[in-house]
Each structure stands twice: as structure tokens, then as C-alpha cells.
């Protein structure tokens, strides 16, 4: 039987869809696996130093709860995501709201940040991969990512992906 491996695609750049393929990845290299991400279009976004301007939307995603992170008990525990009207979310600055939101939640419940999950998967060995065919398109420097990404082709990916006993698309 071949040893364990995982590959990931991660092609969505938003702070919600930061938590799947790091927390993936840091939980498969913990059990022992050989871990493998690929980075590609909005995902590059998770690999910059500066991740501040990852934001939430809940604007055309209804199966975003929305409940408060302060207050009183019964009023944390109510999910106001389907009571509120979407062209609400139109509204501006709603997306930084929603973001507030999210990280405040993420702190109160004691989950780690997008940074310290990428640096347990740095610690793990996990092999992150950005595209550098996005990275040209989007206009990225090599310099604004963090260190230990490899800068490769989708070639490369496939390459990785071949050996992989598990492949995921987030």
C-alpha cells in the first residue's frame, strides 16, 4: 500500500474559505501524511504576508449562520442569517461588518487564526504551492508571499497529485 498523501486545490480567497484547506492539511500531516497544497486564482490571496484583507460575505450564501459573538446567551444562540434580506448584505461596508463579525466569533471560540494555521503547516511540512501562472496574471510579486512557498506550474501539481492516495478541491 502506498504511504498516505493528500493533495489540495485551493482556489477561494475569502476568510471563511481560508479555514478548510489549512485546517485540512495541518490535520493531515499531523496524522502523518504527506501534504501537498495547490494555490491557484483567489486562493493565492491565503499565501500573502499580509492576510488583513481577507473579508466574509454573506451575500448570496445562505448557509452562512449569522449569530452575534457578545451579548446575552439566548441572543448569541440566534441565527439571524435567514431573517435578514439579502439586498441587506448590499448595503456598504456589510462585508466589513460580516468580517468583524466572523473574527470575533473565531476568537471567542478559541480557533486559530488563518496565520497560525499556515505556520502549523509550515511546521509540518506542508508543501505549498502557489501557481505561478495566476501569480503573473494577477500582477503578484514573488516578495508579498510568505516564505516556503514554491512558485511552480500546474504541471507540478499533477506531478504531486499522481502519488496522492486522497485529492480535494476546496
Known sequence: MADPKLTIIATKGTLDWAYPPFILASTAAALGMEVCVFFTFYGLKLLLKDTSSLKVTPMGNP????????????????????????????????????????????????????????????????????CQMTVELFGFNQDEFIDGVDFVGAATYFDESSTATQSLYI
Open 63 to 130: 448557509g452562512m449562520p449569522m449569530k452575534m459573538p457578545f451579548g446575552p446567551k439566548w441572543l448569541q444562540k440566534v441565527d439571524f442569517g435567514p431573517k435578514v434580506p439579502n439586498l441587506m448584505w448590499s448595503v456598504p461596508f456589510m462585508d466589513d461588518f460580516a468580517t468583524s463579525m466572523m473574527k470575533k466569533t473565531i476568537k471567542n471560540c478559541g480557533v486559530a487564526t488563518i496565520d497560525e494555521l499556515r505556520d502549523l503547516c509550515k511546521e509540518a511540512e506542508v508543501k505549498m504551492l502557489a
